[in-house]
């Protein structure tokens, strides 16, 4: 059932491409009789070419393809012989060579001084020189930090990646005295039996990434060796070991999850394995990342756990899931080695080193080992022919992989599509299947923009790659060609063609138009209904206020002379007549008439003008003056700016307040009285006043009955409603005042009544 698994898995890698070899195997269990489970962890390549693997059982070395074990069996004797029986709580001794403690970190320094850290966190050295046994580290590590890796830069600075942050101990490959080859340090035993380094101790530095970054790998900048890239959970940071700060190199591109297993570093671009994403690259110049997974689903990991360089295009990687496979950075592909040695294996690849002209690889269970030499034997069909290709392409500074999470190899994209934002690109492309003796030029053009080839030499830089930049590009259709070729000869036919869309932004679409229409035309039609149906419904009202005024004026007609008065000045007439007073009774009947004349000439509209109303009010005085002879006197007064023909108000506005003033103001009392009607002009207001100095409104309410009391009442109501639907229909803005006068002792002294009527611009 296990090995129908592996086919299986096998068989879903095979379309990516698969290399069939045979490989060594060695017997571990027949080598190292432990008594307890073969497992290695790490492969360390000495500096003499040589492999040490460290894991569960102790040290295994191979020199010219032959494996010794370096598991101890035997005691340390004191200076008399005899066996030792109590051993440091805190040395790496007692692992080895007591407890019999398996390794989970190698690394070599200069001086082929090599450190090693074992399962319970003890660090110690070897002189790989000489052989000598694990030597006392020259500084005091913290017993409880759980080391998770260990690797030491050409200064020998060692670093140490612990769970929570890592740690640096400079020179700490310096273990002996250059001129005496002494150890440069003293190691002592303390109360509690531990060894401690008590002179000539190296210092510790302890940094910290982050809450919740760890370190996984150390590599050296290619081109400043005080800058080191550690590989994280989060990425990849740059490290100066100087100033001790450090930079996400991810922190602008939003990677997320991102556990980095190894880097190799090389000008301008640092190649790295990943758990998540498989094998990626980080490119300085446009500060991009490019990944390549081998599962090309992207659904599950791809995880890589380590890889070496084995030539100037390819990687050989280690597979976590899988078996062990050429990676190829011109073409993003993985061509897997499918040994039948691998197929056996329940699990993936470990790790991958070369030495030697040899590879060894770690599987569960195994060591693998094969000549190199298989790899420069592979069939011709398995070479790629030269041809330019795309690298990336960046989008306002961002990978166009990232931005649109573009799942494929960019060299099959044929097509892509930006938003009116996205005018700015820049293209990088390279060459592969060339020499290095070879001399390379571009030509590339951009197809909608101009049909001019413009030719380009190749690039210095590292990675073999040129970019070009377009800015600005307005939305439209562009076809981005490329070509080259090889020492002056011809072009080749394979050209790179990248059809680019930019498509304009929403308003400038047909679809925007047409919606913009409709949209315009529905919202018109919809204020038209809704225009109508206001106007109609202001009609409606318009009549219905019309209605109410004609029978408010009917009412107001037919309240406004009381048919006492009319009956009165008959009687005075008459009167008149009988006493042979001719003159005086004709000029009574004359000023009767002409009231009455006004009257019935402004019973049917609604408005007159203002000299017409203080004509028919100046009658009326007139009349009432003669009928009580001296009982009062009155005046009427008009500024001489005032134009009373262009000023227009209802019909009989102001005679029932004359009316009211003559008969419940000055009537009532027991002298002569005093009415005046006046109209002035206050910052464009028109006011009519009319003023009395009769009894006051509260004395007549109290001496005349209840019949002429509401009589008096229903008139400035009438009047009161009468303006106020004027000024509905009219907008006139006609207001209404009236004022009980009174003395310092609070007795009435008359009646003052305003009407203020806003004068219409010229």
């Known amino acids: 059932m296990r090995r129908s698994r592996i086919l299986l898995c096998c068989l879903y890698l095979l379309p990516l491409g698969s290399l069939s070899q045979q490989f060594d195997k060695i017997a571990i269990d027949e080598v190292f009789k432990s008594g307890k489970e073969t497992t290695f962890n790490e492969i360390l390549v000495t500096s003499d070419g040589n492999f040490i693997m460290i894991g569960s059982i102790g040290i295994a070395e191979c020199r010219d393809r032959r494996f010794t074990f370096s598991y101890p069996t035997w005691s340390l004797e004191d200076k008399q012989g005899a066996p030792q029986t109590s051993w440091p709580s805190s040395n790496i001794f007692k692992d080895v060579y007591y407890l019999h403690t398996g390794f989970k970190g190698i690394a070599e320094g200069p001086g082929k001084i090599i450190y090693m850290v074992s399962d319970n966190n003890n660090l110690g050295w070897i002189d790989y020189n000489t052989g000598i046994g694990f030597g006392m580290p020259p500084f005091n590590f913290p017993k409880t930090v759980d080391i998770r890796r260990i690797w030491i830069d050409k200064e020998g600075d060692l670093f140490i990646a612990a769970?929570?942050?890592?740690?640096?101990?400079?020179?700490?490959?310096?273990?002996?005295?250059?001129?005496?080859?002494?150890?440069?340090?003293?190691?002592?035993?303390?109360?509690?039996?531990?060894?401690?380094?008590t002179k000539g101790a190296k210092r510790i530095q302890r940094f910290s990434l982050g809450i919740g970054v760890r370190a996984y790998c150390f590599v050296a900048d290619a081109g400043d060796a005080s800058t080191t890239y550690i590989g994280t959970n989060k990425g990849i940071f740059a490290f100066e070991k100087k100033t001790g700060t450090f930079i996400n190199l991810f922190r602008d591109l939003k990677e997320g999850q991102v556990t980095v297993t190894a880097m190799e570093n090389r000008p301008f671009f640092t190649w790295f394995s990943t758990i998540e994403k498989g094998m990626g690259c980080y490119n300085e110049l446009s500060n991009s990342i490019q990944y390549f997974s081998y599962k090309p689903d992207r659904i599950h990991h791809s995880p890589v756990q380590n890889f070496i360089r084995v030539s100037n295009t390819e990687f050989l990687v280690a597979a976590g899931d899988s078996l062990p496979a050429l990676f190829n950075t011109e073409t993003g592909d993985y061509e897997f080695i499918t040994d039948t040695s691998f197929m056996r294996s329940t699990g993936g690849t470990a790790d991958i080193k070369t030495g030697n002209g040899n590879l060894t690889f770690l599987i569960k269970g195994g060591v693998l080992y094969k000549s190199a030499t298989f790899l420069n034997d592979r069939p011709a069909r398995e070479k790629y022919p030269a041809a330019p290709f795309i690298r990336d392409i960046l989008v306002r500074g961002l990978s166009y992989w990232q931005k649109k999470n573009y799942l494929y190899r960019l060299d099959s994209l044929r097509t892509i599509h930006l938003d009116y934002t996205e005018n700015e690109i820049s293209i990088l492309y390279a060459m592969r299947g060339f020499a290095s003796s070879d001399t390379i030029t571009f030509a590339w053009k951009l197809e909608g923009r101009s049909d001019n080839w413009y030719e380009v030499p190749f690039s210095m830089l590292d990675e073999r790659v040129?970019?070009?930049?377009?800015?600005?590009?307005?939305?439209?259709?562009?076809?981005?060609?490329?070509?080259?070729?090889?020492?002056?000869?011809?072009?080749?036919?394979?050209?790179?063609?990248?059809?680019?869309?930019?498509?304009?932004?929403?308003?400038?679409?047909?679809w925007f138009w047409s919606l913009l229409v409709t949209g315009i035309s529905i919202i018109a039609g919809l204020i038209l209904r809704w225009r109508v149906s206001v106007v109609k419904k202001r009609e409606q009202e318009k009549f219905a206020h019309e209605k109410r005024i004609l029978e408010l004026e009917a009412k107001a007609l037919r309240a406004q002379m009381n048919p006492h008065f009319i009956f009165n000045c008959l009687n005075s007439i008459k009167s008149l007549i009988q006493q042979h007073d001719e003159e005086k009774s004709v000029t009574y009947l004359t000023t009767f008439s002409r009231l009455i004349r006004n009257l019935l000439n402004n019973a049917d509209k609604k408005d007159i003008s203002l000299y017409d109303e203080i004509e028919t009010c100046k009658l009326y005085l007139q009349l009432e003056a003669m009928r009580?002879?001296?009982?009062?006197?009155?005046?009427?007064?008009?500024?001489?700016?005032?134009?009373?023909?262009?000023?227009?108000?209802?019909?009989?506005?102001?005679?029932?307040?004359?009316?009211?003033?003559i008969w419940h103001g000055i009537v009532p009392r027991n002298s002569t009285g005093h009415v005046s009607l006046s109209v002035v002009r206050k910052e464009r207001i028109i006011e009519i006043i009319i003023d009395d100095d009769g009894i006051g409104r509260e004395a007549s309410a109290k001496s005349k009955s209840i019949s002429n009391f509401t009589h008096q009442s229903k008139g400035v109501n009438l009047t009161q409603s009468r303006l106020e639907l004027n000024n509905l229909l009219q907008q006139r803005q006609a207001k209404l005042e009236v004022i009980d006068k009174k003395d310092e002792r609070g007795v009435a002294e008359g009646t003052t009544v305003i009407i203020k009527i806003k004068e219409e611009a010229s």
């Open 163 to 197: 769970a929570d942050s890592f740690y640096i101990i400079r020179e700490a490959a310096s273990v002996f005295d250059p001129g005496t080859h002494n150890l440069n340090f003293r190691s002592e035993f303390d109360r509690d039996s531990n060894l401690v380094v």
């Open 466 to 510: 040129n970019m070009v930049r377009f800015g600005n590009l307005a939305p439209g259709k562009y076809v981005f060609r490329i070509r080259a070729r090889k020492n002056n000869g011809p072009w080749l036919k394979n050209e790179v063609e990248l059809t680019i869309i930019i498509d304009p932004p929403f308003w400038q679409t047909w």
């Open 628 to 661: 009580f002879d001296t009982k009062f006197s009155y005046v009427v007064a008009v500024d001489n700016d005032i134009d009373l023909k262009s000023i227009q108000v209802p019909a009989l506005i102001i005679q029932p307040f004359v009316e009211n003033a």
